[in-house]
């Protein structure tokens, strides 16, 4: 008999039908990936039992683990299916969406929550203008390969999928955020508005909801240090507010 | 005079930065996209952006930087748009650098330059190795801010299905549906800029994301817009190829020391340095690609008789592999599982970049008013072939000029949008959902997916790096076939939430129409130009063939017109990296 994959997939058509497993068997190839597995159920869209089903629905763009997109919980982690390599998996290989944020169907979550926090963090440097001002300040190698580790983050939500403070429709931001807080704070010119995007780690949901639990970090695929940015941020955070108490 | 309103369809660099460029100037944008934008497939653009800032006292200048970009392009590009790209460069990498952009550095703090293909200068910045992702990111936090601000508006996970042209042929707006409620839905515009950039879907496997579908171009094309270059497909040279992608290994690699080799009576074979002594690894794509096909196909040499060349960065220092390069080592090492800092990577040259596009003027605007393409999605700065690094500065540079020509355009407009009849969006409306609902009852016996793999195995077998007359007639044979199947499809969901399966048999349709364009461009050019490469006609031939190919959407195919290339500033010459 030749080989299969197996694979069990947590399924919905909408969020608000109840989630049911289905089961598929692939043939193996070398070298596939949990992408490669559903793309072959795309074109025989039929489950272990034979019969024909509605083809998986899943979310996925670059396939080179640098947008994000295909984040989903396999084998009880949270990662891209994209470098989920199926050799190194252990069978039958689970596959479910994200807890953590609203189900949109089978596979897809909304996402949407994290980029509105990094509008609340405000999580860019404010441009006079996108015309010709000259370069930017300078900056040394140092400063800018430990800027360059958190400007990888590519909001996949891994860190907030395995945050034990972070819920569905909770208030809590998620450790992304501190992360590009950080990020944007330690720009020369970014650090302008430091204040600004203190206040709002500040706010409710904010730094101090956070356990220290430090999943996070190893949650992260890309390996940012957000342990570092929570610490310093703490320290700043503290400083921020005995400067607003003492200014008030 | 009310405000105008413009539409920009696309949230990669170009349709970000045409979106900044329009909010500068106080005016409203709504803003397109089948993604969250910061997940558009500028964020897979690796090793760096061209600029000429001479950062190590080389003698570079924006002169040499256009002459070369014409030179790698085979004299096809019309010279005006790339030369003011060219010039605009450094600012447009000051103006990433002010945004925040980690730019490696110089240890005095400059930004930092390296080697890319087709050029013996430093001219390349780059962020490690995923300078697109920064540079997508920096344009993310800008457009943010606006949306913040109200001044953009954001649909994204909205996919669009076609323009909303009146009687006249003006685009006065878009239909586009919502990928998750399926509400399909019409939104008038004065002006409206298409940057979704390339199509690698239309053959198959590429280093293009899923989303690179061609569709919207394609789908515009069927509405008369003219696309032109469609031949010029840019195949690059090392990819890692797999069951879903190839994906891409930058050639930073070879940028910072990376060779090619494959071995021969059991030494190395380092053939891009033989081939080709003054350029050597850094000999531009079309050149690399075609010497791999050689050494492989037509040598007998690949790595273990399989269609495989080494990329060597194993004799280069390991630590600067890691700090240059680390982003495209982490991706080797995650996808094939060995360390490039060790062994050798195993690569071939892969579908990478469309050069051709929809075709537009100098303003950016195609020949339909109105409407206005930037990006990959346009076909003009690179002609027969683009230069690596060169992508990143074309988008940003398109959107800076897309972005102002538009608002300029529906300013100047005697009629807007809001004097229209209903009429014209109502029937658009309907068309559309028309479409949507035959789709949904289709229930033949084909399936869309295997359909597009066989469209994507004969594209990639015959309209790449070699090009036949007969493999092309039998891959427009094929093509007519697919369509006719494509009538047999069977959908395999009904469903009206988030229903994936029917945008896919929309844009796969979209994907034959437009592989038709390329491959009857490529019929038609019986000659040898930049990535367009025949053998029974090996050389450049510019008496009969120095011209631009306009395709235009008739009931029986594409019409091809062509017209001259504008050569202002520099005669075409032999190209030669040898």
């Given amino acids: ?248 | 005079m009310a405000q105008p309103k413009v539409i920009v369809v696309g949230g990669g660099l170009a349709g970000l930065m045409a979106t900044i460029k329009i909010a500068e100037t106080g005016t409203p944008v709504e803003l397109f996209s089948v993604v969250p934008v910061r997940r558009s497939h500028s964020v897979c653009a690796q090793g760096g952006i061209n600029a000429s800032v001479n950062t190590k006292g080389e003698g570079d200048s924006p002169a040499q930087h256009f002459y070369e970009t014409v030179l790698g392009g085979d004299f096809l590009a019309n010279q005006e748009l790339p030369k003011r790209m060219c010039e605009a460069a450094p600012s447009i990498i000051y103006m990433f650098d002010r945004m925040g952009v980690p730019f490696s550095r110089t240890p005095e703090g400059n930004i930092d330059f390296r080697r890319f293909g087709g050029t013996l200068f430093h001219r390349t910045a780059f962020a490690g190795s995923t300078t697109g992702q920064q540079l997508l990111y920096a344009l993310d936090e800008q457009v943010r801010r606006y949306e913040a601000e109200g001044l953009v508006k954001k649909y994204e996970g909205w996919e669009f299905l076609s323009g909303v042209m009146d009687d006249d042929k003006t685009c006065r707006g878009i239909t586009a549906i919502n990928l998750v409620t399926m509400e399909t839905r019409v939104f008038p515009a004065d002006a409206v800029i298409i940057a979704t950039g390339g199509c690698g879907s239309v053959f198959g496997r590429s280093t293009n994301s899923m989303i690179c579908t061609g569709s919207a171009a394609s789908s515009l094309y069927q509405q008369g817009a003219v696309y032109a270059n469609g031949e010029f497909i840019q195949i690059h040279p090392t990819s890692i190829p797999a069951d879903d992608k190839f994906r891409l290994m930058s050639e930073a690699c070879r940028g910072e020391g990376g060779r090619v080799w494959v071995p021969r009576d059991g030494k190395p074979w380092y053939f891009l340095e033989e081939m080709y002594p003054k350029y050597g690894n850094l000999v531009p794509r079309d050149v690399a690609s075609r010497a791999i096909h050689k050494v492989v196909h037509d040598m007998g040499l690949g790595v273990d008789g399989e269609p495989v060349v080494y990329l060597d960065l194993s004799q280069l220092d390991s630590k600067k592999v890691t700090q240059k390069l680390g982003g495209i080592v982490e991706i080797y090492e995650k996808f094939v599982g060995d360390d490039p800092r060790k062994v050798p990577m195993r690569i071939f040259p892969g579908m990478h970049y469309s050069m051709g596009g929809m075709w537009i003027d100098d303003n950016h605007m195609t020949n339909i008013p109105g409407l206005f393409a930037a990006g990959e999605v346009d076909y003009q700065y690179h002609g027969a072939n683009r230069l690596g690094a060169n992508s990143l500065l074309s988008c940003v540079f398109g959107g800076m000029v897309s972005g102002p020509e538009a608002v300029k355009y529906a300013k100047g407009l005697s009629r807007h949008t809001t004097d229209m009849p209903q009429e014209i969006y109502d029937r658009e409306l309907k068309r559309q959902k028309e479409y949507n609902s035959r789709v949904l009852k289709m229930d033949g016996k084909e399936n869309a997916h295997v359909l597009h793999k066989e469209l994507g195995d004969i594209m990639t077998k015959n309209v790449t790096i070699e090009r036949h007359n007969d493999r092309l007639k039998e891959t427009d044979t094929k093509i007519l076939e697919l369509m006719e199947r494509w009538n047999n499809i069977g959908v395999e969901d009904e469903s009206s939430w988030a229903n994936g399966e029917l945008v896919f048999v929309r844009e796969f349709y979209n994907m034959l129409q437009l592989a038709r364009v390329i491959v009857v461009g490529a019929l038609a050019r019986d000659e040898s130009r930049g990535a367009h490469y025949k053998p029974a006609f090996p050389d450049r031939n510019d008496k009969d063939w120095l011209k631009t190919t306009k395709a235009t959407y008739t009931a029986n195919g594409p019409k091809l017109d062509y017209e001259p290339v504008n050569i202002k500033y520099h005669e075409p010459k032999l190209r030669n990296y040898a």
Avoid at chain 1, 40 to 59: D, L, M, Y
Avoid at chain 1, 195 to 219: E, K
């Fill in chain 1, 1 to 248: 008999m030749s080989k299969v994959i197996r694979l069990k997939v947590k399924r919905r058509d909408n969020p608000n039908q109840a989630p049911f497993w289905e089961e598929f068997e692939i043939p193996y190839r070398p070298r596939m990936n949990v992408i490669s597995v559903l793309m072959e159920i795309q074109r025989n869209p039929k489950n272990a039992k034979g019969e024909t089903v509605r083809p998986v629905h899943w979310e996925s763009s670059c396939l080179e683990e640098v947008c994000g997109s295909c984040t989903m919980v396999i084998n009880g982690k949270a990662r891209q299916a994209c470098s989920a390599l199926i050799d190194h998996l252990e069978q039958p290989v689970t596959v479910e969406p994200m807890s953590k944020f609203p189900i949109i169907r089978d596979l897809q979550v909304d996402r949407s929550a994290m980029f509105n926090t990094l509008k609340k963090v405000k999580a860019w440097i404010p441009l006079d203008g996108s015309h010709n001002l000259g370069p930017g300040p300078k900056m040394s190698p140092e400063l800018a390969n430990e800027r360059y580790e958190f400007s990888k983050c590519m909001t996949c939500g891994c860190c907030c999928e395995a945050c034990p403070q972070f819920k569905l429709d909770g208030p809590f931001m998620g450790a992304f955020s501190f992360g590009q807080v950080h990020y944007f704070n330690e720009h020369p010119t970014g650090k302008m508005q430091e204040d600004q995007r203190l206040d709002a780690v500040m706010d409710i949901g904010g730094l101090v909801d956070c356990g220290n639990a430090q999943n996070c970090v190893a949650a992260c695929p890309k390996g940012i240090p957000l342990a570092n940015a929570i610490a310093e941020l703490g320290w700043d955070t503290t400083k921020r507010a005995f400067k607003k108490l003492f200014d008030e």
